[in-house]
């Protein structure tokens, strides 16, 4: 059984801090993951990809892959009140389904 | 360009009665997925298509479900007769042919209550 974990929080970070969102699977074989945002009554919306092990930064973000600890985490820098809702973390291998976490629900105080 | 549109946006409807969720991908997305959420839950998985053709339908949760992508364009789910539980907000999302980069766009989803 393919499984994706993530912490369901809720994180609260004062604005301007990082937040920090973790995630580990258990699908060793998966190649993509993504880091998606959604807020409450909304679909989500994709904010991040990760295809290899490392950084990947954009804007204020940036994910990082250690696919041999089976782990995705995305940093979020100078966290705004905006940024509050659940983020969610799903894996895939090519050409199958996402596979998603629970999502963590971060809360930014302003 | 248009995102993944899906109707309706919300449904009621009794125990028993059918009901039938649209979604239409992004032009030109050979994939396409049904998601769901229950309140509380996580996003699962229900099915996948590729064009026309189910690639995976593991997550379909009874034969009450069936969902259909005549043509490899927009998409139906059909639940046939609905239960309590099936209540949840139902996702579609679309994505390019496999590749590497296979970023999955989400609709807007359909929130359904069975009362």
């Known amino acids: 059984q393919k499984e994706v974990e993530q912490n369901s929080g809720p994180l609260s970070v004062p604005e301007g801090a990082i937040a920090s969102l973790n995630c580990t699977y258990s699908?060793?074989?998966?190649?993509?993951f993504f880091w998606y945002r959604q807020y409450s009554g909304k679909s989500p919306e994709l904010i991040m990809s990760?295809?290899?092990?490392g950084d990947k930064e954009d804007g204020r973000f940036t994910a990082q892959l250690n696919k041999a600890s089976q782990y995705v985490s995305l940093l979020i820098r100078d966290s705004q009140p905006s940024d509050s809702a659940t983020y969610l973390c799903?894996?895939?291998?090519?050409?199958?389904?996402?596979?998603f976490g629970p999502g963590t629900r971060l809360s930014v105080l302003p | 360009e248009a995102g993944v549109t899906q109707f309706p946006s919300h449904s009621v409807i009794e125990k028993g009665q059918t009901v039938t969720l649209r979604c239409d991908p992004i032009s030109g997305h050979d994939n396409l997925y049904w998601y769901r959420r229950v309140m509380g839950k996580e996003i699962k998985f229900l099915l996948h298509f590729v064009k026309e053709s189910k690639q995976d339908e593991s997550g379909m949760p009874n034969n009450r479900f069936l969902a259909e992508r005549t043509g490899g364009t927009y998409s139906t789910l059909k639940v046939q007769p609905a239960e309590l539980e099936d209540s949840g907000v139902y996702f579609c999302?679309?994505?390019?042919?496999?590749?590497?980069?296979?970023?999955?766009?989400f609709g807007q989803g359909t929130r359904l209550t069975v009362v």
């Open positions: 699908d060793r074989g998966s190649q993509s």
């Open positions: 990760i295809y290899s092990n």
């Open positions: 999302a679309s994505s390019p042919s496999m590749g590497a980069s296979t970023e999955a766009f």
């Open positions: 799903a894996v895939t291998r090519y050409g199958q389904n996402f596979v």
